[in-house]
């Protein structure tokens, strides 16, 4: 089991653009298997994108554990194919910035394209919270943070409210 360390902001390097995963292989395994290890390590975490831990590919790993039971997802390569248009406003949080919510709009549903980790393709339309999480991490992918649909103001408080937290760890 390896825990990876979650960059956080302001770190320049969860702005950086993702790229594809071409391998299927071990080596991917050993990252999703880490990235579920940090994921569960964070305790309060429902979702992570590589490039949280520092790997620029297209890899997200997700766990609602809704009604208290885990249900690991594992999103290679994810593509959008369509966005509803009614949206909806849910409070979101990320842990590249602990200690930080704020309420973001999204397209409410979603059909999106992956490849599992053995590179079969799945198309799933996806709603609820599970809509909301894949888009903040395909976001991740594409050097997007939620706080950058804020305000300039509320940005620089989320900013203010990390350096504190960090301090007084
Ligand atoms: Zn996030």
């Known amino acids: 089991?390896?825990?990876?360390?979650?960059?956080?902001?302001?770190d320049k390097r969860l702005?950086?653009?993702?790229s594809i995963v071409e391998d299927f292989n071990s080596e991917l395994e050993k990252t999703v298997k880490d990235m579920f290890d940090t994921l569960y390590a964070s305790g309060n975490g429902i979702g992570l994108a590589a490039p949280q831990v520092g790997i620029t590919k297209r890899i997200i790993v997700i766990d609602l554990k809704e009604e208290g039971k885990s249900n690991p997802i594992t999103i290679i390569n994810p593509k959008v194919i369509n966005s509803s248009v009614e949206n909806i406003s849910n409070e979101e949080g990320c842990l590249s910035i602990p200690g930080y919510y704020a309420n973001v709009e999204r397209p409410k549903e979603i059909d999106v394209e992956w490849s599992d980790l053995k590179g079969n393709k799945i198309k799933k339309n996806c709603s609820g919270l599970l809509s909301i999480c894949i888009q903040h991490e395909i976001d991740h992918l594409e050097g997007i943070l939620f706080i950058d649909y804020l305000s300039k103001l509320k940005k620089k408080r989320a900013l203010e409210k990390v350096k504190k937290n960090l301090k007084k760890e």
């Not at 089991?1 to 302001?10: D, F, H, K, N, V």
């Not at 702005?15 to 993702?18: A, E, F, G, L, V």
């Open 15 to 18: 702005k950086y653009k993702s």
């Open 1 to 10: 089991m390896s825990i990876l360390e979650i960059l956080i902001i302001p």
